[in-house]
C-alpha cells in the first residue's frame, strides 16, 4: 500500500513540473539570424557601415523590444519598433561611423525586449577601418603658401607710455589669387595697417604692426596671436605672433627730485618657512615701506608658482606708511627643498622691478628598491 501511495505521488509530481515547464516556455521568444557580424576591410571615407541582424518571434505571445544599448557612442542602433506578433519578423540595426576611426574594431549592441527565452542579447559587430591608399602616381599639386617676412614679431622692450611698430611684409606665393578676411580678435592695444584685402600670385605687401603701451594691463613679457584667414585651399588659417617686455618709464631725474620720488623699503628679502610636511599650508608677511616723499604704487606682485597666494589691502602706500603683504605657501607634493620668487613691480625709479623669494624643506622620500643588481 505504501508503495502504491509513494508511486502517485512521483506521478503527480512529474505532471505538475511538466506543466510548469509548459507555462515557463509559452509568451514571445526572439531568435536571431546571426548574433555576429563583421564588415571585414572597409573604407574610412563611407562614413557609415551599416548591418541589419534579422529576428522572428517564435513563442506564442506578442513581443517587442524596450530598448537597445549600444557599448560606444560611435555606433548608432536602430530597431522595429512595433509589437511583433507570433510568428513575425524583426530587424535591429547597427550604423558604425568609420570617419576619424582608422583601425580594428570590436562592438557590443545589447537588445533587451520581453522575450522569455532571452531578455537580453548581445550583438557584435568588428572589422577594420582603412585609410583610402593614394595611387601611386599621386602627385600633390604645390599650391604654394602665405608667408612672412617674420612670423614672430618681438618688440623686445616697450614702456608703458609709448606707441611702437614694426613693418613686415606679407607674401603670397601660390599660383593664384588668395582673398583675406577682414582681421578680428585683436587685442585692444594693437592695431594693423596696411593689411591687404586680397594678393595676387607672387604679390606681397607691406603691413605695420602697431602696438600701444599704454593701453597694455600688465608688466613684464607678453605675447599675443594675430590669426589670419583666407581662401587659400593649403593654408586657410594662418598668423603672426607678437611679443613684447612692457617697462615702466621714467624721465630723467636729478638728486632734488629723485628725493621727492617713492622709495620702497621691503623688511626682509626673503621668508624661510623651514623644515615642513608635504601638505602643510602655512602663512607668513612681508612688510612694504614707503620711505619716500610721494605716494608709492604698487602695480603688481606676482609669485612665480601656483603654490604661493598673496593678499594685500590696497595698493597705495603713503610716505611713512607701512602695508602688510600677506603670503600663504601650500607645500602640496613637494619634496626636498623649494624656492619660490615673488615678483614686485612699484613706481619707486630707483628700483621699480625686485625680486623677493619663499623657501620651504619638505622631506624627501627615498624609494626601496628590492632588487638586487640595481644601483643604490
Given at each position: 500500500m505504501?508503495?502504491?501511495v509513494?508511486?502517485?505521488?512521483?506521478?503527480?509530481?512529474?505532471?505538475?513540473?511538466?506543466a510548469q515547464?509548459k507555462?515557463?516556455?509559452?509568451?514571445?521568444k526572439?531568435?536571431?539570424d546571426?548574433?555576429?557580424?563583421?564588415?571585414?576591410?572597409?573604407?574610412?571615407?563611407?562614413?557609415?557601415?551599416?548591418?541589419?541582424?534579422?529576428?522572428?518571434?517564435?513563442?506564442?505571445?506578442?513581443?517587442?523590444?524596450?530598448?537597445?544599448?549600444?557599448?560606444?557612442?560611435?555606433t548608432?542602433p536602430?530597431?522595429?519598433?512595433?509589437?511583433?506578433?507570433?510568428?513575425?519578423?524583426?530587424?535591429?540595426?547597427?550604423?558604425?561611423?568609420?570617419?576619424?576611426?582608422?583601425?580594428?574594431?570590436?562592438?557590443?549592441?545589447?537588445?533587451?525586449s520581453?522575450?522569455?527565452?532571452?531578455?537580453?542579447?548581445?550583438?557584435?559587430?568588428?572589422?577594420?577601418?582603412?585609410k583610402?591608399?593614394?595611387?601611386?602616381?599621386?602627385?600633390q599639386?604645390?599650391?604654394?603658401?602665405?608667408?612672412?617676412?617674420?612670423?614672430?614679431?618681438?618688440?623686445?622692450?616697450?614702456?608703458?607710455?609709448?606707441v611702437?611698430?614694426?613693418?613686415?611684409?606679407?607674401?603670397?606665393?601660390?599660383?593664384?589669387?588668395?582673398?583675406?578676411?577682414?582681421?578680428?580678435?585683436?587685442?585692444?592695444h594693437?592695431?594693423?595697417?596696411?593689411?591687404?584685402?586680397?594678393?595676387?600670385?607672387n604679390?606681397?605687401?607691406?603691413?605695420?604692426?602697431?602696438v600701444?603701451?599704454?593701453?597694455?594691463?600688465?608688466y613684464?613679457?607678453?605675447?599675443?596671436?594675430?590669426?589670419?584667414?583666407?581662401?587659400?585651399?593649403?593654408?586657410?588659417?594662418?598668423?603672426?605672433?607678437?611679443?613684447?617686455?612692457?617697462?615702466?618709464?621714467f624721465p630723467?631725474?636729478?638728486?632734488?627730485?629723485?628725493?621727492?620720488?617713492?622709495?620702497?623699503?621691503?623688511?626682509?628679502?626673503?621668508?624661510?618657512?623651514?623644515?615642513l610636511?608635504?601638505?602643510?599650508?602655512?602663512?607668513?608677511?612681508?612688510?612694504?615701506?614707503?620711505?619716500?616723499k610721494?605716494d608709492?604704487?604698487?602695480h603688481?606682485?606676482?609669485?612665480n608658482?601656483?603654490?604661493v597666494?598673496?593678499?594685500?589691502?590696497?595698493?597705495?602706500?603713503?610716505?611713512?606708511?607701512t602695508?602688510?603683504?600677506?603670503?600663504t605657501?601650500?607645500?602640496?607634493?613637494?619634496?626636498?627643498?623649494?624656492?619660490?620668487?615673488?615678483?614686485?613691480?612699484?613706481?619707486?625709479?630707483t628700483?621699480?622691478e625686485?625680486?623677493?623669494?619663499?623657501?620651504a624643506?619638505?622631506?624627501?622620500?627615498?624609494?626601496?628598491?628590492?632588487c638586487?643588481?640595481?644601483?643604490?
Open positions: 505504501l508503495k502504491c509513494f508511486s502517485a505521488s512521483l506521478l503527480g509530481f512529474a505532471l505538475i513540473t511538466n515547464i507555462g515557463e516556455m509559452a509568451g514571445p526572439i531568435e536571431f546571426e548574433v555576429r557580424h563583421n564588415f571585414g576591410n572597409i573604407q574610412e571615407d563611407i562614413h557609415f557601415a551599416t548591418h541589419r541582424f534579422k529576428f522572428k518571434n517564435t513563442g506564442t505571445r506578442d513581443l517587442f523590444i524596450n530598448t537597445v544599448q549600444t557599448s560606444c557612442g560611435c548608432t536602430d530597431w522595429t519598433r512595433d509589437t511583433v506578433h507570433p510568428g513575425e519578423a524583426g530587424y535591429v540595426d547597427a550604423k558604425y561611423e568609420t570617419t576619424g576611426r582608422i583601425g580594428e574594431f570590436n562592438k557590443t549592441i545589447t537588445v533587451y520581453n522575450a522569455a527565452n532571452a531578455p537580453f542579447v548581445h550583438l557584435d559587430i568588428s572589422g577594420n577601418v582603412q583610402e591608399a593614394m595611387p601611386t602616381d599621386f602627385v599639386p604645390d599650391y604654394g603658401k602665405i608667408s612672412f617676412s617674420s612670423q614672430t614679431v618681438a618688440f623686445p622692450q616697450l614702456y608703458d607710455n609709448q611702437d611698430s614694426i613693418e613686415v611684409r606679407i607674401t603670397n606665393s601660390s599660383t593664384f589669387t588668395t582673398n583675406f578676411n577682414p582681421l578680428s580678435n585683436l587685442p585692444a594693437c592695431q594693423i595697417k596696411g593689411f591687404p584685402q586680397s594678393l595676387e600670385p604679390e606681397s605687401a607691406k603691413i605695420k604692426i602697431i600701444n603701451g599704454r593701453l597694455i594691463k600688465g613684464g613679457y607678453g605675447a599675443f596671436e594675430i590669426p589670419i584667414s583666407s581662401d587659400h585651399p593649403v593654408m586657410p588659417y594662418t598668423g603672426m605672433y607678437v611679443t613684447y617686455t612692457l617697462k615702466q618709464f630723467k631725474m636729478n638728486a632734488k627730485a629723485l628725493a621727492k620720488a617713492p622709495k620702497l623699503v621691503v623688511d626682509k628679502k626673503s621668508h624661510d618657512f623651514g623644515p610636511e608635504s601638505g602643510d599650508i602655512v602663512k607668513s608677511e612681508f612688510k612694504f615701506t614707503n620711505a619716500g610721494s608709492l604704487k604698487i603688481e606682485i606676482f609669485p608658482c601656483a603654490c597666494k598673496v593678499e594685500y589691502s590696497n595698493n597705495i602706500i603713503k610716505p611713512g606708511e602695508l602688510s603683504v600677506k603670503i605657501y601650500d607645500s602640496g607634493i613637494k619634496k626636498g627643498k623649494s624656492t619660490t620668487s615673488l615678483w614686485v613691480v612699484c613706481n619707486d625709479p628700483e621699480p625686485r625680486y623677493l623669494y619663499v623657501t624643506n619638505m622631506p624627501v622620500i627615498e624609494k626601496k628598491s628590492n638586487a643588481t640595481c644601483p643604490k
